[in-house]
């Protein structure tokens, strides 16, 4: 009984312990993102988001390719030779 009348403290305790303050980096970040260099927003964050975009592009460029072929071979009526 003794254990359950002292959870509330261990709790208590548990939540008011200090947390290590992490910068703040927004406003860092939203500088990089709002600077006019010419560049569209999903590839201001650096050479993972062009990498990123380029692999993007690839497979949505090959999968529509692919899926094209499928469609024309379907279309195309089969020789009875």
């Known amino acids: ?3 359950l009348l002292s959870v509330p ?16 980096k927004v406003p860092d970040r939203q500088k990089v993102f709002l ?3 010419g560049l569209p927003v999903h590839i ?3 050479t993972t988001d ?15 390719a692919f899926s094209c072929y499928w469609l ?7 020789s009875k030779a």
């Open 9 to 24: 403290r261990l709790a208590s305790r548990a939540f008011s312990t200090t947390v290590r303050q992490m910068k703040n």
């Open 50 to 64: 062009v990498l990123l975009y380029r692999l993007t592009m690839t497979i949505t460029l090959a999968g529509t």
């Open 35 to 37: 600077e006019d260099n």
């Open 1 to 3: 009984m003794r254990h």
């Open 72 to 78: 024309l071979l379907a279309c195309m009526p089969k």
């Open 44 to 46: 201001k964050g650096g």
